[in-house]
Structures are given as C-alpha cells and as structure tokens.
C-alpha cells in the first residue's frame, strides 16, 4: 500500500531524540513492505524552534509542513498555527499526489483536529481509507482552563473544537489510540471501531537496572506547558536533604519553577538534553516524575515508557489507566498533585517495590505494538498486502 503518516508534534531522531509513536509507526509500515510517507511540521512544538531534516535517514520519506509559530501551548495563536498546518499540508498532500499518485491510507494524529479535516477531505478525493489516531482528548483536556465558577461556558466555547471531534471520530474508517479511556471518548462521538494501541518503545535499548543509584533521586524530563505541575516534587525535595531533583526540558513554565527552586542547590535545571546526555541523566536517578493531573485527560504519557527503559521507579499524579499500569508491575506510586508530604509518601513507598520491568516494557514493546498496528489497517484494505484482521484478542 502506499501510505501516508501525520503528526506535527513528535520529536525526530535527526534532532537528536529517541524515535517516537510515528516514526516507528512508519518504520513499521515501511518493513512489512508499504511505501510510506511520514508528514510532520517544519516547527518543533518542543523546543518551539524551526527544524530542518538534513541529517535524517530513515526507510520513507520525511515531508515537512510549512507551521506558523507560536509560544504557548494554550492560545489562540497556537489554534491559527494548526489550522495554517492543516491547509499547507492539505495542499501539499494533493500536490504529492497528482505528482506521484494517491495514498490507499492515511493515518492522521489528533490532536490537532483540523488535519482530521485535511484527512478526511484525501478520503473523499481519493478514496483513501482514514485512521484516526488519537494522542490527547481533545477538546476535553481545555475544560480545565475554565475556573470553576465559569465551567457552564465550556459548552459554549469548545463547541465548535467538539464540532469537528466529531466529524473525525465518524468520518474514520478506523479509530485508534493510546489508551482504553479514549475509546469511550470516540465511541460516545460516533466511531466505528476503535483499538488501543500504547505509545511503544524500543525495548532492545533498554538499561539494566542499576544499584548504585541514589534512593532519593528524582528526576523529570519532559514539557514545561501549563498541564505539567512540578511544584510538589520541587517543595518535597527542598525540604528532605538527602533528595535530589534534576529537571531536564523547557517551557512556559519554566521561570516559575526556577524562583521555587532558587534556594536549593540539590534542583538543578539541565534545559533541553537529547541523545546520550538525556540517557545518562535518566540512568543516574532512581525515581522519575510524571506530574500531570487528571484534568489533562492524559491516559498513557510517553515518560512512563521513556522511565521503564531506563529503570526508574516512577511517582505520578496521574490516576486513570497510568496509575493501574505502574501498580500492576509494582513501578510506581500515585501522590496528590501540589502535595510536597503526599509526593515523598509515594517516592517512599515506591523505594520498597519490587518492579517487575521486563513486564512492563513487554507491554510497550514497539516491535510489535506497530507490527499489530500494520497488521490492522492492512485490514481495512482487503486484497492487499498483509490484509487480515487482528485476533479478536487484540480488539479492545
């Protein structure tokens, strides 16, 4: 088949990070033998910088999308940032096409949700089959922006992101995403089928466990956007001498983390660390943070993946389905969000555990976590390649 993949978000192995959901989804494609296109944004939403792909070398082909800028995660100028996305690559998908034929698939992330709309609009040119594969809940996640005495004018204000939810969730031929939660989420708005599949890491490249780490180090890399609170892991390690903090990435966020940290020398801030810099910082800590909250409607970060592969107990502010898997192999504990006492209560409890990560990351195994995935959309497409539905088994 020929088949095109986008998302504009993930990080690419040319800058110097570990492949992520959609790069070893496309590596998968390409190896079961499909040509594949992989469409992602010229703009880096991590370090909010443009990227170039000079160096990048890979078994398809890597198309950037022309992305207006923008510096935070939430506002509007982000919003006319995706929609600029959506049509550049809109148009740049027809211009492929007539240039070097139609796709038979096209995968498409959500968020955002316009390239939903982009996806759907190929569909109906060219009769290619549509997958929606979605990362976040979007709209759901923006609820938590409105205080509390204003959340009646959710409704109002996220109809028209709902709107358009909606038109992707029943204008797929399939839904996919990272974890069961978002299968309620697409079904109540009209899927057709959905499939969970989680965020799949190279378990090849995973460290051994090591002893000689100090029990009380913390450690988190990641995002500094407004979903991400580490103010209790800050004030919790500030007030216990034998802890430690080190925090590696950048966001808006970031200043107000710093003045809370100004007085401890045990938190040091690293800025963004890719490659074998953020490695060896993940393998000197003993315990890694996930401090997202419930009302992100995060199901399954890729931090828990990225923390596992590299033997790190974890500690989390996120329930749902994050909280069960960590607690099903014995890796993580569950602290309030904001809490300093309830988040060294975790870490504590965590010290004691006796993890089980050759389960937990069989369960993230990208190999076939992807290899399933091919497998499934090949059977939207009947006479093709490796076309046969996945053992109902797998059907979620």
Known sequence: MTVWIENPFDNLPAEGFRPQRYWLMAEAFAKAGHDVTLWTSDF??????????????APFRLKLIKTPPYSDNVSFRRIASHRAYAANWLADARAEAKASGSPDVVVVSMPPLSTADAALALKKEFGAKTVVDVMDAWPETFERIFPAPFKFLSAIALFPLRRAARRAYCGADLVTGVCDAYGDIARANGAREY????????????????????PLSFVYAGNFGRGYD???????????????????????????????????????????????????????????VIPLADDTFVGLPYKL?????????????????????????????????????????????????KPDFASLLSELDAARIYADYVEMVCSLAPGRPGGKALPKTLRM
């Open 230 to 288: 580490l103010s209790a892991a800050i004030r919790a390690v500030a007030q216990n001498d034998d802890a430690t903090l080190d925090i590696a990435g950048a966001g808006e966020r970031e200043a107000e983390w710093r003045a809370l940290a100004a007085h401890s020398p045990r938190i040091r801030f690293h800025g963004y660390l890719s490659g074998d810099d953020l490695g060896k910082l993940l393998d000197s800590a003993s315990i890694g």
């Open 305 to 353: 993946g990225d923390y596992a592969a590299h033997g790190l107990r974890m500690v989390t502010s996120l329930r749902g389905e994050c909280a069960a898997l960590l607690e099903k192999f014995g890796a993580g504990a569950v602290y309030d969000a904001k809490d300093a006492e309830s988040f060294m209560a975790a870490a504590r409890k965590v010290q004691e555990s």
């Open 195 to 214: 499939v969970r599949f989680y965020h799949g890491i190279d378990i090849s490249k995973a460290r051994e466990v090591g002893a000689q780490r100090p």
């Open 44 to 57: 880096s939403h991590a370090k909010k910088a443009p990227r170039s792909i000079s160096k990048a070398e």
